[in-house]
C-alpha cells in the first residue's frame, strides 16, 4: 500500500535557512529567559522558530499571526483556568473554545492553530495567573522579534535566482517548440509524432504557471527587504519577459494543435508552409535572445523576424491550415515586439 502523502520533500529548504532557525531558537530561549523570569522560554523559542521564514514578508506576517494567537489563547486559558482550575476537561474545554473563538474570529488557519495550541500549553504547562499570561505574552513577542531580527540581519533571503531561471527555461523551450513545428512542417510526420508535438507544446503552459508563481516569490521576498532595490529592476526585466513570452505560449499551442488537426503529408510542397517553417526559426532565435537578456547576457544579434510574412494565396486544399498559422504567427511577431 503507498500512502497518500510522504514526510519527504521534493527538495531540502536552503541550509542557511537551517541556520538562521537554530540561531534565531537559541537566542529567543536565552534572551527571553534572561528578561522574563520563571518557567522556560518555550513560547519564545517556538515563536523565534515559526517566524524565521523564507522572506522577511512571510516572516512579518507569521509573527502577527503568531502573536495574536497567543494573546488570544493565553487570555482564554487563563480566564477560565480562574473561573474553574486546571483540570483535564478545563484544558480539553479551553481548546474547544479557543477553536471556536478563532473561526468566529475568522483567524487564518495559523492563527486558529495557535490559539488552540497556546491555551492548552498555559494550562497544562503552567499556572492560571495573569501574572503567568503575561509573562507567556512577552515571550511570544520577544521570541517573534528575535526571529525576525535574525532573519532581517543573517543575508535576508532574496527569491529572484529562481524566478530568473523559471524565466529562462520557459524561452528555451519555446524556442525548442517553434523549432520542432518548423520541422514538422517541413517533414513528413506520424500521427503519433504529432500527438508528441501537442504534448510538448501544451506543458508549456505548467512552465508559464510555475515561472509566473516563482516572480511573485521573488516580488514578496523583496518586501521590506534592505537589499531590494538592488534587485529592483531585475525583477522588473523577466517580468517584462515573462509578459512578452505567454501570449506567445498561446499561439504556439494554437498552431501545433492547428496541425494536429488538418495535417497531411503533402503541405511540406506548400512554398507557403515552407516560409512559416523558416519564420518559426527566426522567431525561436528572437525568443532565445529576450530569454538572454532576462539572463542580463549581451544579447548583440539583430532580431531575426524583422517584418510579417508575405505570400501567395495556398492551395486550397490547404488554405484553412495555412491562413491559421498566418494569424498566430503574426501574433507572435507582434508579441517578440519588432516593428511592422
Do not use: C
Not at 520533500?9 to 520563571?38: D, E, F, N, Y
Amino acid at each position: 500500500m503507498r500512502l497518500p502523502t510522504t514526510i519527504r520533500a521534493p527538495r531540502r529548504a536552503p541550509l542557511l535557512q537551517v541556520v538562521k532557525s537554530a540561531v534565531a531558537t537559541i537566542a529567543a530561549w536565552l534572551i527571553a529567559g534572561w528578561l522574563v523570569q520563571g518557567p522556560p522560554p518555550v513560547f519564545a523559542a517556538i515563536a523565534a522558530l515559526l517566524v524565521v521564514q523564507p522572506s522577511l514578508n512571510q516572516s512579518l506576517t507569521r509573527a502577527a499571526e503568531r502573536s495574536v494567537g497567543v494573546i488570544l489563547g493565553v487570555l482564554i486559558a487563563s480566564a477560565l483556568g480562574i473561573a474553574f482550575g486546571s483540570s483535564v476537561w478545563v484544558v480539553l474545554g479551553a481548546a474547544a473554545v479557543a477553536i471556536v473563538a478563532a473561526w468566529a474570529l475568522r483567524m487564518t488557519p495559523t492563527t486558529s492553530n495557535q490559539v488552540a495550541i497556546s491555551a492548552i500549553l498555559v494550562l497544562a504547562l503552567g499556572t492560571a495567573t495573569p501574572g503567568y499570561a503575561v509573562d507567556r505574552i512577552l515571550e511570544t513577542l520577544i521570541g517573534a522579534a528575535i526571529g525576525f531580527v535574525v532573519n532581517l540581519a543573517i543575508v535576508p533571503p532574496v527569491a529572484i535566482g529562481p524566478a530568473r531561471t523559471r524565466v529562462d527555461a520557459l524561452g528555451a523551450e519555446l524556442a525548442a517548440a517553434m523549432e520542432r513545428l518548423a520541422d514538422a512542417l517541413q517533414e513528413t510526420r506520424t500521427r503519433a509524432q504529432l500527438e508528441e508535438l501537442l504534448l510538448q507544446a501544451r506543458l508549456l503552459r505548467p512552465m508559464v504557471a510555475g515561472a509566473t508563481d516563482a516572480l511573485g516569490d521573488a516580488d514578496e521576498s523583496l518586501t521590506f527587504n534592505p537589499l531590494g532595490r538592488r534587485h529592483r529592476d531585475e525583477l522588473a526585466r523577466a517580468r517584462a519577459t515573462l509578459d512578452a513570452l505567454s501570449p506567445i505560449v498561446t499561439q504556439l499551442i494554437g498552431m501545433t494543435r492547428a496541425v494536429y488537426d488538418r495535417y497531411d503529408p503533402s503541405v511540406a510542397s506548400e512554398p507557403a508552409v515552407r516560409a512559416i517553417a523558416n519564420q518559426l526559426r527566426r522567431a525561436a532565435h528572437d525568443t532565445r535572445v529576450r530569454a538572454a537578456d532576462t539572463a542580463r547576457e549581451a544579447a548583440d544579434e539583430p532580431p531575426a523576424l524583422t517584418r510579417p510574412l508575405q505570400v501567395t494565396a495556398p492551395s486550397p486544399a490547404h488554405w484553412v491550415l495555412i491562413g491559421s498559422l498566418l494569424v498566430d504567427l503574426r501574433r507572435i511577431h507582434e508579441s517578440l515586439g519588432e516593428p511592422d
